[in-house]
């Protein structure tokens, strides 16, 4: 008698079925009975990855792709990974009329680039990738595609979706639920409740209108450690949950004894250990560029290199490791001349280091980073610095340790402005709210475990 096989349930093989269902939800889409199918992702769970092998997939049954990103930086990627992955394919890249091929495309001979869709050619590429921007443009006599794929989706204003809607019959949307949702700067309020509310993401919006397509979710994060997994889905994906793809003892961060440890290299200490830190700072109301605080993280990322900080993971086994270096690591801040004020501290030795807001830094990857909490020296808690996509980008950009830099206080604010965000008919509500986001965050933080403070 034959032996039952045994279903290997590990995060691999549950990313793999994942991805199987939704490549056969994709096969399913050519019978026309829904137009289209959702996948949700937590930070690092794979997103570009299954864009790239459903696009290929596709291609395999002799489909014609159309691929919708949010960035040129983007599409570059996912033009790059689809050129790497099939080098026989052509795969077309549409450009804007300033922009130019990067070099790094240039150099790949299975790229073609072109403004419009027929320069690429008398015989149109099965892969056809340009930012969302781009494609309004393409005039529908030049193309009809019966499947595009968007990345990025919660990113994409519904009105940018609308804009290029007729060229495609049924489309694939991956996307980050978790990370900030499209702005605007103007004012909004007359769309308010409409299910086509332009400022609404290109995803809830299509759902809104096609109730019964088909939502997936990708069930491993491959960036976030295991130390970090769970008090990311706990704060911002209480619906959409999901496992490290590490052990507890599969990522490692080591770092040389430091002589006389002061608050910095204790809180570098204990980063290292538990893969979070939260340096406290005085309390003090302060102006929104702090300088004092600006300082702190720049120290604190100076430190970090000075003292020989080596990770080992998958990405640098032991036993030699990988040395950090500042092109490893991220300072992320809420605004732009926060952003500054962190740039004028550091130090020429620390010349690589990345310092942008978390708009600027959606969908990027650092072995380390220092977050300059939004709520950090503020008198009250608007309803921009209680984003839950501000924060949740924030705190999910690395693959070992997250240090979070603020001025204590924060629960006592919280405390004070509970959420009162406006109700609306007919709009859904966001959930989880920033409030209580924000509140487990700092519920974490204050551990004694993650927690240093520097006195008066």
Known sequence: MSTPATIVDTPGARADAAVA?????????AGGTTRGVVVDSPPG?????LVVRAALHLVARGEYVMVIAQTNEQVDDLTERLARNRPDLVVGRLLSTTRPLSPRLAALPGVVSAKTIPDLGPTPPPIIIATAAKWPWVKEEHGHWSRAIVDEAYQMRSDALLACAPLFDSALFVGDPGQLDPFSTVETDRWTGLTWDPLR???????????AMAV????????????????????FYPFTPFDSGTGPDD???TLLRALAPDPIDQVLDRAAETGWGHLELPFRQTLRTDRELARALADTASRLVARGTTTFCDQAPPPEGRRLTPARIAIGVAHND???????????????????????????????TLVWHPLSGRADASAFHLETGR?????????????VVARAGIP??????????????DVPPKFPDGWRAHQIVMDHLQRPEHRVQILD
Do not use: Y
Request: with cysteine; net charge neutral; proline share 7%.
């Open 21 to 29: 269902t939704v490549l056969s939800d994709l096969d399913r889409l």
């Open 45 to 49: 769970a794979g997103k570009s990855t």
């Open 201 to 211: 993401n290109a995803v809830d919006v299509t759902l809104a209108h096609n109730p």
């Open 216 to 235: 997936r979710a990708l069930p491993v994060s491959w960036r976030l450690p295991a130390t970090a997994a769970p008090l990311v889905e706990r704060a």
């Open 251 to 253: 990522r490692r961060m």
């Open 338 to 368: 926060q952003a500054e004020a962190v740039r004028s501290a550091l130090a020429p030795e620390l010349d690589g280091i990345t310092v942008d807001t978390a708009n600027r830094l959606q969908g990027r990857e650092f072995d380390v």
């Open 391 to 403: 924060l949740c980008v924030l705190l999910s950009r690395h693959r070992h340790a997250c240090l």
């Open 412 to 425: 006592e604010l919280l405390d004070r402005h509970p959420s009162h965000q406006p109700v609306h008919l």
